[in-house]
């Protein structure tokens, strides 16, 4: 990252807030340190990709249940996003289960709906088991009425299950949780909001159990008059009802875009993981780190993810990232020679050693 953009963002992030609590700075060497040992410099491969070049696959989200691996992701096929639901043994070999948000027909998510599993277990290495509350599982999602890729002004919408496994629709919620309409609606997102990721904050450090981080755009513009995308967070009680967290993004380049925040928890340290794209080139995976969840000191070295493969030689973004008996596993959103395609890199070279 070039110097001057990297003091604008530290700039940004240390102006995001107006509380005078001070906040325990993350030290330089522990940035390397979490470098290393997030770090996945071999490139599996693909692991899940369309059936044929209509359609686009996007965004994981991995969690385990009952020894069993599953990933949440979209697919786009030229209306608009619905979310499907994946199987996996082993981390690396993948089976498509079915929809779990479809499209519909007259609602305000109509054409929209790309879904991200919630409360799923943070902690580096745990269970990345999904939480119950009152007694369901939880999904945010994308959604929107317009035809198109992320067409019309998008907001997020709530849905739950009583069985996270399954290949069924899940219960959404009839109005959107936050909305770029909303009265509390930020410069940073009042145009229109992307992916979104709930965690539960179980030592309250934020002063609520429920986090959400969200990418969005506001209708300021960037100096050659285009629109970004930075992440910015809210908080609730209940998961259900939700208000911004601040005047400003945690997380902005004010220009290009940075998003799709997902978070991990080493020993005291949060560490978020998201995309950087086109304030350098291309689109990219970076990484953040925090004591307390609201201030975040970005990374300045090389990104985790980049492209350099035929199959993601345009995009290597959107990531999910997993520690698990003893191999760091970083599934992220490949563009190239193949469409657009889920892949994966890892901390172990498992293309001539497959062992968990």
Request: net charge negative; aromatic share 14%; glycine share 8%.
């Amino acid at each position: 990252m070039k110097t001057g953009l990297f003091i604008t963002l530290i700039l940004c992030i240390t102006s995001c807030h107006t509380t005078t609590t001070k906040h325990r700075q993350v030290a330089k060497e522990t940035m390397v340190e979490v470098f290393e040992t997030v770090k996945t410099p071999y490139k599996y491969g693909i692991v899940l990709a369309p059936p044929d070049s209509t359609k686009m696959f996007d965004s994981p989200t991995i969690f385990r249940m009952d020894s069993t691996w599953y990933m949440t992701y979209i697919v786009f096929d030229g209306m608009g996003y619905e979310t499907w639901l994946a199987e996996s043994p082993d981390l690396l070999n993948w089976d498509t289960k079915g929809r779990i948000l479809s499209f519909t027909d007259s609602t305000w998510d109509a054409s929209q709906k790309a879904g991200y599993v919630s409360l799923v277990d943070i902690e580096w290495g745990g269970t990345y088991q999904p939480k119950q509350h009152n007694g369901r599982y939880w999904l945010s999602y994308l959604g929107g009425s317009d035809h198109g890729y992320e067409a019309g002004q998008l907001g997020i919408g709530l849905a739950s299950t009583q069985n996270v496994t399954a290949p069924a629709e899940w219960t959404r919620k009839p109005t959107p949780i936050l909305s770029a309409s909303d009265p509390d609606a930020r410069w940073c997102d009042n145009l229109t909001i992307y992916k979104s990721l709930i965690i539960e904050d179980s030592e309250k450090v934020t002063g609520y159990p429920y986090v959400m981080y969200y990418n969005a755009k506001g209708q300021e513009k960037d100096a050659n008059g285009q629109g970004f995308e930075s992440i910015a967070m809210a908080v609730s009680d209940d998961l259900e009802n939700w208000k911004r967290h601040g005047e400003q993004p945690l997380i902005t380049m004010h220009q290009g875009i940075c998003g799709d925040a997902q978070i991990t928890k080493i020993d005291d340290l949060y560490v978020m993981f998201y995309f950087g794209a086109f304030w350098r080139p291309g689109a990219f995976e970076r990484f953040a780190c925090s004591y307390d969840l609201i201030h975040w000191t970005p990374w300045d070295g090389e990104d985790l993810i980049a492209p350099s493969e035929p199959y993601d030689n345009q995009f290597a973004h959107k990531p999910w990232v997993i520690k698990w008996n003893g191999i760091v596993y970083h599934f992220y959103n490949a563009v190239g020679d193949q469409g657009r395609v889920i892949a994966l890199a890892t901390s172990m070279d498992l293309r001539t050693t497959t062992e968990n």
